[in-house]
């Protein structure tokens, strides 16, 4: 009996063991769910107080997690990066658009300097953009050979590029995140790039 009490000891011993040793991996490896909050919270630039979380679900295959959560009575989804608490995908909107203002905010970083003047354009820091957001959007799709209705943007942004203003859009399709700078006085576009969410 006393041979049957040692092993079945050392076999505890051996499961609190790996246990320990897969929670430290855990620890070490992914950031935690309240990390998580913190880069929800931090998007859509208010406190992770008063955001709702339905759920926030860790998927091992691909090492994300995805995220439920409420806020002013809608419900929006994220997906990130369970390594690098990168956002690899959400529904929450930010538009650069006056006539959009009302839609929502988001871009990946949660900020934004831009403003919409009375004509429905563009500016940033004094300067018009020439060609509005949308046609900046209809720029991206067209060249990616998607329809509007198709798509969901995560990022609608004016920004100045080495002196140059320009938009920045993202917008995924089947996990496929496509990003686009577009010249925001010629319409050229200056690049694009297109990567599966998994990778």
Do not use: P
């Amino acid at each position: 009996m006393k041979k049957y009490g040692k092993i079945i000891i050392i076999v505890v011993g051996i499961l609190v063991v790996l246990a320990l040793l897969i929670l430290i991996y855990f620890k070490t490896t992914f950031i935690s769910k309240n990390e998580v909050k913190d880069i929800v919270a931090d998007n859509m630039n208010v406190s992770s107080s008063d955001l709702y979380f339905e759920s926030i679900d860790f998927e091992f295959d691909n090492s994300i997690y995805e995220v439920e959560v409420y806020y002013q009575n809608r419900d929006y989804e994220y997906k990130i990066d369970a390594k690098e608490g990168k956002i690899i995908y959400t529904d929450f909107k930010y538009f650069t658009n006056q006539n959009n203002t009302n839609n929502g905010n988001n871009n990946n970083n949660g900020n934004s300097n831009n403003n919409g003047n009375s004509n429905g354009q563009n500016s940033l820091n004094g300067v018009t953009a020439s060609i509005s957001l949308d046609e900046a959007k209809n720029i991206a799709l067209t060249n990616a050979g998607l329809d509007i209705n198709s798509v969901r943007f995560t990022r609608e942004e004016l920004d100045h590029d080495n002196h140059t203003l320009v938009y920045e859009l993202e917008f995924f399709y089947n996990n496929i995140e496509y990003d686009y700078e577009i010249n925001a006085t010629t319409g050229d576009i200056i690049s694009y790039d297109k990567d599966s969410i998994y990778d």
